[in-house]
């Protein structure tokens, strides 16, 4: 199993809609989690943590489960700004790195 | 906000060269990455470095690269003998001490030939 998956998509979808992103990691000890963004060829910007009891930030909401490993990313009223490569990222326990997913693509048509 | 630079934007060397990618993190963090992106897949870890030394490192950094940091402020990742399948974007990061954030650089991408 890898450690971080996530559908690749694209997700193709109109302005001012919302969508759903979902990943799943394999360690369950694991204790961060991050949401990254990344346009192409440019370098990954952190959008937000994930924390266990869900947290929102404007337009973007991060939920966790821990008991089935799976993190989401929801985005309300799409932006045409938001079309991206949006990264899920899982900090093992005990390792400094973080380990990122391959990526969900956005693209949010006018 | 502070910014992480590498240098150069762009690197193209030929097979079994030599190519030495700095990086300059921000001031005031303790914690630097290099991570690379082979083009269409994901990012991934190459070593991160604390107190002058490497605290992980992954299977990729093997004994053709390595790290440095000279001068206390620049961070230097050094490729011995590159391969074609070195060809990446690489990526240095950093992070302070209280913090999970990571500051990425907006990368060095490098072609071999």
């Known amino acids: 199993r890898k450690e971080v998956e996530q559908d690749p998509g694209p997700f193709n979808v109109p302005e001012g809609a919302t969508v759903a992103f979902n990943c799943t990691y394999s360690?369950?000890?694991?204790?961060?989690f991050f949401w990254y963004r990344q346009d192409c060829r440019k370098e990954p910007k952190l959008l937000m943590s994930?924390?266990?009891s869900g947290n929102e930030d404007g337009r973007f909401t991060a939920q966790l489960n821990r008991a089935s490993q799976y993190i989401s990313l929801l985005i309300r009223d799409s932006k045409l700004s938001d079309s991206a490569t949006y990264l899920c990222?899982?900090?093992?326990?005990?390792?400094?790195?973080?380990?990122f997913g391959t990526g969900t693509r956005l693209l949010v048509s006018p | 906000e502070p910014e992480v630079t590498q240098t150069p934007s762009h690197q193209v060397t030929q097979m079994g060269q030599e190519v030495i990618l700095r990086c300059v993190p921000i001031?005031?963090?303790?914690?630097f990455y290099w991570y690379r992106q082979i083009l269409g897949q994901k990012v991934e870890f190459l070593v991160s470095?604390?107190?002058?030394?490497?605290?992980?490192k992954s299977e990729i950094f093997d004994d053709q690269f390595s790290v440095e940091r000279p001068d206390g402020s620049n961070f230097t990742l050094k490729i011995r003998s590159t391969k074609l399948e070195d060809s990446a974007m690489y990526f240095c990061?950093?992070?302070?001490?209280?913090?999970?954030?990571?500051?990425f650089g907006s990368g060095t991408q490098l072609s071999v030939l």
């Open positions: 990061a950093s992070r302070g001490p209280w913090s999970e954030k990571l500051f």
């Open positions: 360690n369950s000890a694991s204790q961060s």
């Open positions: 994930v924390y266990s």
């Open positions: 990222v899982v900090n093992p326990p005990g390792f400094q790195k973080l380990v």
């Open positions: 001031s005031n963090h303790l914690y």
């Open positions: 470095f604390y107190n002058n030394e490497i605290s992980e």
